[in-house]
């Protein structure tokens, strides 16, 4: 079992573009949670994915958009990208059912210059 | 106040010490997460507990769901052992609420 991984493992992007990152959740899980971890802060939680469906969404603008596929696999998606969008950026996953028993992947961190 | 409150913020230690770190929330809760992240690194999963006392190797995670305490304690501490330790819990719904973390240096 892979456990969950993620895609890239680092990112370099410049001011207005736009970033996807990807998230295959561990075998058998049908939630994603994204976060967001800026240098030197805890995670802050961005939305959840369930059945193809946004569940539940963080404090975060609409610039930030995501996607489930059938197979579960995750996509996050940042648009008109702005500095302070530079972070590690985490997928975690759950058991059905157990939303909070949350299986981490060991996360993105984007760079945007 | 925070809902989810670490003790200490950081903690340095010589090789072989019994380490305590100390969390408590004021929400209700249904599970407690202990986790472990390296420098510039993603996050591992310690545990997770609704309630007693697990071990997994030289690590014991405890909870005291009626006092909204957990504890993580690290027996016969090695450098390889320092990281910073999040406690985070899940409540009623799908988030998960971050303590800021605990620093931990064990020097050899």
């Known amino acids: 079992d892979a456990g969950v991984t993620q895609s890239p493992t680092h990112l370099i992007k410049t001011r207005g573009q736009q970033v996807t990152l990807r998230c295959s959740p561990k075998s058998g899980h049908d939630t994603v949670s994204w976060y967001q971890q800026a240098l030197g802060q805890g995670p802050q939680f961005i939305f959840q994915y369930y059945e193809e469906e946004e569940r539940q969404r963080g404090n975060f603008p609409d610039r930030f958009s995501g996607h489930q596929f059938p197979n579960y696999s995750s996509e996050l998606n940042v648009n008109a990208l702005l500095l302070g969008d530079s972070a590690l950026y985490l997928c975690a996953s759950s058991l059905p059912g157990e939303s909070n028993e949350q299986y981490f992947g060991p996360g993105t961190r984007l760079t945007v210059t | 106040k925070n809902e989810v409150e670490q003790s200490p913020q950081n903690l340095t230690a010589q090789e072989g010490e019994f380490i305590t770190i100390n969390c408590s929330y004021s929400?209700?809760?249904?599970?407690l997460h202990w986790l472990q992240q390296h420098p510039g690194g993603g996050i591992v999963s310690l545990f997770m507990l609704s309630s007693g006392k697990k071990k997994h190797g030289r690590l014991i995670a405890t909870i005291n769901i009626q006092e909204k305490h957990s504890s993580l304690h690290i027996t016969a501490s090695h450098p390889r052992d320092s990281a910073v330790y999040i406690c985070a819990v899940g409540g009623s719904n799908y988030q998960l609420i971050w303590g800021a973390g605990t620093k931990l240096i064990i020097k050899p």
């Open positions: 929400v209700g809760i249904s599970a």
